[in-house]
């Protein structure tokens, strides 16, 4: 019966549990200690400059940041 819950034609290969590989690798980084580095501020431009400064941050969430900063410190050329 197509269309109607719960009665597909059974269990299917890979509809649940816990699939190898999954999750993240052990000893990865924890990413909340990247955090602890960082200025507790309730201005998000300082708190995205400290970030784009960091240099125990990854490098894409650095570029991400100064990405983010752009329009505050240059404008777009017409």
């Known amino acids: 019966m197509a269309g ?3 009665r597909s034609g059974g269990a299917r290969k890979n509809a649940g549990g816990a ?3 999954a999750g993240r690798p052990a000893g990865s980084r924890n990413r909340p200690r990247l955090i602890l580095g960082l200025p507790e501020t309730n201005d998000p431009l300082e ?8 240099p125990g941050a990854p490098l ?3 570029m991400s940041a100064a990405v983010a ?3 505050y410190f240059h404008t777009r050329k017409a």
């Not at 708190?47 to 960091?54: E, F, P, Q, V």
């Open 4 to 6: 109607v819950k719960g």
């Open 19 to 21: 699939r190898p590989g």
């Open 47 to 54: 708190w995205l400059l400290a970030l784009m400064n960091h």
């Open 60 to 62: 894409r969430l650095r």
């Open 69 to 71: 900063l752009l329009p």
